[in-house]
């Protein structure tokens, strides 16, 4: 299987602070990559597919980039409502697996 | 607007079969691929496997011995069945779906599924 490994696995911010959360394969996806949120009780929302390619309706304030092993997540300036649970996940080779999630707090 | 709604029974014995349904609305089922995905209380994601609209499977191979995903195409449903259940598959499961190569753009609500005698 393909480990995928984030970093940190929490950050506490300020809103309107820049966020960079990274996600490491451990072998090479392309940039066979997403990115979801997840609020407590929620199911995961769909943010990034394709390493860098805006989900429809998601704020431009996300942005994601990187290919091959190495991933990364911004949030340019963080919103009340962007405090969550944030994974990667590739879509490479099955099995589909995820990162181990970084929770983005208040800080 | 897409939806998915799942249902099943949340209080498993050991031992038992775990069964969750899961109702596409709102959009077709062809030309996607539906997916299960499990979250264990405050740990991550594991993709449990897929069917696609034609039938064909994939499994994680983690459960691949305990797991039967089907799907009926006349009512847009699809199903999850685990078998010999234990306490660590104590988790929501959520069904998904599968847009382009492995991208889950919709979800349903999750259900809390707990293994306990």
């Known amino acids: 299987d393909i480990q995928m490994t984030q970093s940190p696995s929490s950050v506490s911010a300020s809103v309107g602070d820049r966020v960079t959360i990274t996600c490491r394969a451990s072998?090479?996806?392309?940039?066979?990559l997403a990115w979801y949120q997840q609020k407590p009780g929620k199911a995961p929302k769909l943010l990034i597919y394709?390493?860098?390619s805006l989900q429809s309706g998601v704020p431009s304030r996300f942005s994601g980039s990187g290919s091959g092993t190495d991933f990364t997540l911004t949030i340019s300036s963080l919103q009340p409502e962007d405090f969550a649970t944030y994974y990667c996940?590739?879509?490479?080779?099955?099995?589909?697996?995820f990162g181990g999630g970084t929770k983005v707090e208040i800080k | 607007q897409v939806q998915l709604q799942q249902w099943g029974a949340g209080l498993l014995k050991p031992s038992e079969t775990l069964s969750l349904t899961c109702a596409v609305y709102?959009?077709?089922?062809?030309?996607?691929?539906w997916m299960w995905i499990r979250q264990p209380p405050g740990k991550g994601l594991e993709w449990i496997g897929e069917?696609?609209?034609?039938?064909?499977?994939n499994y994680n191979p983690s459960l691949k011995s305990r797991v039967t995903i089907s799907g009926d195409t006349s009512k847009n449903q699809f199903s999850l069945k685990l078998n010999s259940a234990t306490a660590a598959d104590t988790a929501v499961y959520y069904c998904?779906?599968?847009?382009?190569?492995?991208?889950?753009?919709?979800w349903g609500q999750g259900t809390l599924v707990t293994v306990s005698s």
């Open positions: 996940q590739q879509a490479n080779t099955f099995p589909l697996t």
């Open positions: 709102g959009g077709s089922f062809s030309d996607y691929y």
């Open positions: 072998q090479g996806i392309s940039s066979w």
């Open positions: 394709a390493a860098s």
């Open positions: 998904a779906r599968g847009s382009g190569r492995g991208i889950l753009d919709y």
């Open positions: 069917i696609s609209h034609s039938g064909s499977t």
